[in-house]
């Protein structure tokens, strides 16, 4: 695959690590909301 070698891998891997950082961080956002409406 040449796609692959054309990534330089550790920003590769920086940034998807900060992709699943963020998914982790909204969905705990989006439990929260979803906690705060139940209870509303």
Excluded: N, T, Y
């Excluded at 920086?14 to 929260?32: E, I, Q």
């Amino acid at each position: 695959m040449p796609v692959l070698q054309v990534i330089e891998w550790p920003p590769a891997l920086v940034s998807a690590a900060g992709h699943l950082l963020a998914d982790r961080h909204m969905s705990g956002l989006v439990k929260g909301v979803g906690e705060a409406l139940e209870s509303a």
